[in-house]
């Protein structure tokens, strides 16, 4: 649902600081140096970016057909065809055996999936959070790009907060749909873990009625259902670590936060540094370490957490955004 860079085995290490609800880090000069360092985009000459962009478009390619375009309406109608499922199938067989009033399984289905319909419909479509320059905005002097913005061949304008490009909605996550992005892929998991309870109970049921053709639509929807929980689940975990740590994707990718030890120049050293041999061999050993004191933006578990589900994504007040007065927002 999310292309996130390093491999899935990487996924062990983002999890281990996640508890740390040390004092927030202090804002210096340096460090406000060392975060407009980090804001500067990556840009890749021109026919490294042409290459880049084919590799991209061949990994949707099948039986000649780009299906890349596709990936939104699938998960759509992927997930309209389950609902229908559960309504139509499951939910009736359930409330015969059990005496259940059908209405409480009707609404809450209905919401849960309400929800999880809605935001992935204005992740899709919403703004992820393009950056135009305006008298109200702070940009970074050097590249004239706001702090943690990040360029996107889908848009004109940076994207504020880049986290990362989601094939399965063809959108950019950003500042303004990230937690709609979230919601939906949680959303996914309790319909995926709902299903296979859902699917089990109900074949035992249908193994004593005999049913052919409901016997088939549930054995059908229990596939989806682990199907959508083995691709949710990973990507949940991944962006729990990361919303813990308020550090994005696009930071985790690029290895901005992490550290190594036992290496041929010390320990505690940033892993951009090493060299690609050694790089690789530590890297594969999962022995990267995330270092709190590399990213400002980081203030303890608790505070994360706060600061992602409940701060206002456009203040009621305009003023400067600068790591010093209000890191969210970068």
Same mark, same amino acid.
């Given at each position: ?61 099948? %039986? ?240 994360? %957490? ?25």
């Amino acid at each position: 649902m999310g292309d996130h860079g390093p491999p899935y085995q990487h996924m062990m290490q983002l999890m281990a600081p996640a508890m740390n609800d040390a004092s927030p880090v202090n804002q210096t000069l340096t460090t406000v140096t060392a975060v407009s360092t980090q804001a500067k985009e990556e840009e890749l000459e021109p026919d490294d970016e042409q290459s880049v962009a084919e590799d991209k478009k061949l990994e949707y390619v099948y %039986c000649g057909i780009d299906w890349k375009p596709f990936l939104p309406t699938a998960l759509v109608s992927s997930t309209v065809a389950g609902a229908i499922c559960v309504f139509l199938i499951q939910i009736p067989i359930i409330c015969r055996a059990t005496g259940m009033r059908e209405v409480a399984l009707y609404t809450t289905f209905g919401v849960l999936f309400l929800i999880t319909l809605g935001c992935m419909m204005y992740t899709i479509n919403a703004d992820p959070g393009l950056s135009r320059r305006t008298r109200n905005v702070s940009h970074d002097i050097e590249e004239g790009l706001p702090q943690r913005a990040h360029k996107s061949r889908q848009y004109d304008h940076p994207i504020r907060r880049y986290d990362h490009y989601c094939k399965w909605v063809n959108n950019v996550i950003g500042l303004l749909n990230h937690r709609e992005f979230i919601l939906m892929v949680g959303g996914f998991i309790a319909i995926a873990l709902l299903g296979v309870l859902m699917d089990l109970w109900v074949a035992i049921l249908l193994a004593e009625e005999g049913s052919l053709d409901a016997e088939v639509a549930v054995a059908l929807h229990l596939g989806y259902s682990v199907a959508l929980l083995a691709v949710a689940g990973p990507i949940m975990k991944i962006h729990f670590g990361l919303i813990s740590r308020n550090e994005l994707a696009q930071e985790w990718r690029s290895n901005q936060h992490y550290v190594a030890n036992n290496t041929s120049k010390g320990d505690n050293v940033y892993v951009e540094e090493l060299s690609d041999d050694e790089f690789n061999e530590i890297f594969d050993r999962g022995e990267f370490i995330y270092d709190k004191n590399r990213n400002p933006f980081d203030h303890g578990f608790a505070r994360n %957490c706060l600061n992602f589900w409940c701060k206002p994504r456009w203040p009621a007040v305009p003023r400067q955004a600068s790591c010093c007065n209000d890191s969210y927002f970068l």
